[in-house]
């Protein structure tokens, strides 16, 4: 190992996200999913609530003592999100921010859905701006799906109020974080007979003024869960041909350029699966394959990124079903592999340019999942490795990418074993390759005493790790 280079991560071409946690589902910390998936994503879905006028706010509704009992999943008072405890009087030390650190420290960027009362104050939103400033680059999606029918936002405001409340929010959270991406998340169209979308008037003006479009679409749902059960000639559940989904998402696009004169800005998938109660575990799998397949073959480049909806699940809307006798375990579904392949495909990973030779001490810089430099370290393998690990002396925070695969070192971590990336990628001739390294924030947070830390973060690399490379066993078999 004599020489080292400096290398740049860039976006794909189209994002992969993902979203992790919901009403349906628990947060599911992100060494599990590097581990299950093999890869980052470029940003992870969050979603709370935000009812601060409610006297039972900030508890999660469906636990308050006493309350009626529901007979359908928003027939709460308020959305039965876990609750954001930021805010006028809150602090950061709980939800949603110890989620929020946690992805970041392992090189991706937060997806904070939230549903907010539409009725709160300028002070509210001035306060949720001051808890999103230390977190990078940060994309927020205020009231999502803001053209149904079923979040209390609607219930408690017209769709118009709905609008003027999501111009109001995004300008005054800018104003205090500036780090801040906003998404507007309507229904956009929904049938491919009409020529508008769901509610276009109410909401043109936050077309044009949000930094991001999007549109949540389901394959198939069953929106009845877990109420109900889908069974055919229900009323709780629909299935839709993935043809018309995507020509609805892009259809969607162009309506959107259309209201905001022609210029384009970035379009999301924020929400996108097949729901296995509806099409069964195998026919969600092959609907996701297909969704992503169209996406190759159609060369949509207008398309920036899709948030696959969820890890792991109650229903069989995740990667993984919930066992339900350990909250904490998941039970794979067939999309699993499904979605792994497709993750490691080029249109969705991001891109990486090396650059020039460098030595050490080095700066590091953490802008975003689409934007840091790190180091990239050539490898050589005499043949086929049987041990090869990182031995590190430091407390650093670390991504690490070789033949694939990528791997996180806490503070805390000593020695990384490299072998999973050769498990499914095995290597028998020489070969030579990278090992890539990039430094995400340690806390999670950036350092704003710093002139630019409301956008980058930076680590200094005083010394490599020792790299241990075997091409045989400690001990030779002894027959």
Same mark, same amino acid.
């Not at 993902?18 to 093999?38: A, C, K, N």
């Not at 003006?205 to 109420?227: C, M």
């Given at each position: ?22 009403? $349906?589902?628990?947060?599911? &910390? ?45 027939? /709460? ?11 006028? !009087?809150?602090? =950061? ?12 420290? #392992? ?27 230390? *977190?990078? $680059? ?5 009231? #999502?799906? @803001? ?21 109001? +929010? ?17 229904? !956009? ?47 709780? #559940? ?12 892009? $259809? ?13 800005? %970035? ?13 069964? +575990?195998?026919?969600? +799998?092959?609907?996701?394959?297909? *969704? /992503? ?11 920036? !990124?899709?948030?696959?909806?969820? *890890? ?26 499904? /979605? ?5 495909? %080029?249109? *969705?990973? &991001?891109?990486?340019?090396? !650059?020039?030779?460098? =030595? ?25 490795? #049987? ?32 072998? %999973? ?7 028998? +001739? ?8 990039? @430094? ?24 490599? %790790? ?11 078999? &002894?027959?």
């Amino acid at each position: 190992m004599d020489k080292i280079f400096s290398v740049k991560l860039n976006k794909a071409r189209c994002a992969a996200d993902i979203g992790d946690g919901s009403e $349906r589902g628990e947060y599911v &910390p992100q060494d599990y999913i590097l581990r299950r998936l093999g890869r980052p994503h470029r940003a992870v879905s969050l979603m709370y609530c935000y009812y601060p006028l409610d006297k039972e706010f900030p508890a999660r509704i469906s636990e308050v003592p006493d309350m009626r009992k529901a007979r359908f999943q928003w027939d /709460y008072p308020y959305d039965d999100y876990f609750p954001y405890l930021g805010g006028p !009087g809150g602090n =950061t030390n709980g939800e949603p921010f110890t989620s929020m650190r946690d992805i970041r420290r #392992h090189g991706q960027d937060v997806i904070l859905t939230l549903t907010i009362d539409p009725f709160i104050s300028d002070e509210h939103l001035a306060a949720i701006g001051d808890d999103l400033r230390p *977190f990078g $680059r940060l994309f927020l999606r205020i009231n #999502h799906e @803001a053209t149904g029918n079923w979040f209390e936002f609607n219930k408690r405001a017209a769709y118009q109020q709905v609008a003027d409340f999501y111009c109001r +929010a995004i300008h005054i959270i800018k104003e205090h974080a500036p780090n801040v991406l906003t998404i507007l998340c309507i229904g !956009g169209v929904e049938d491919l007979n009409a020529e508008e979308m769901v509610k276009e008037k109410e909401f043109a003006q936050a077309v044009r003024e949000t930094d991001i479009w999007s549109v949540d679409k389901y394959i198939s749902l069953h929106w009845g869960f877990p109420f109900d059960i889908a069974e055919r000639g229900g009323n709780s #559940h629909q299935r839709t041909s993935v043809k018309d989904i995507f020509e609805m998402i892009k $259809r969607s696009y162009e309506r959107f350029m259309y209201l905001n004169g022609g210029v384009p800005k %970035p379009m999301l998938v924020s929400e996108l699966n097949s729901d296995g109660d509806v099409s069964g +575990a195998y026919g969600q +799998a092959e609907d996701i394959q297909r *969704f /992503y397949d169209m996406i190759e073959a159609e060369n949509a480049d207008w398309l920036s !990124g899709v948030t696959f909806y969820q *890890f792991r699940d109650r229903g069989r809307l995740g990667l993984e079903i919930q066992d339900v006798n350990h909250r904490d375990t998941g039970v794979p579904q067939p999309v699993m592999d499904v /979605y792994r392949e497709i993750i490691h495909r %080029p249109r *969705f990973m &991001p891109t990486m340019v090396k !650059g020039e030779e460098i =030595t050490l001490p080095v700066k590091l810089r953490w802008g975003s999942s689409e934007d840091a430099e790190g180091i990239a370290i050539p490898l050589h393998f005499d043949g086929e490795p #049987h041990f090869c690990e990182l031995h590190f002396e430091d407390d650093s925070n670390l991504m690490i990418e070789v033949n694939g695969q990528w791997f996180y070192k806490s503070p805390e971590a000593k020695i990384i074993d490299l072998m %999973p990336a050769f498990f499914g990628k095995r290597i028998s +001739a020489p070969t030579d390759m990278e090992l890539r390294i990039f @430094a995400p924030p340690v806390s999670g947070e950036n350092d704003l005493s710093l002139p630019d830390g409301l956008y980058n973060y930076y680590c200094t690399l005083e010394k490599l %790790p020792k790299i241990r490379i075997r091409t045989a066993p400690t001990e030779p078999r &002894p027959d």
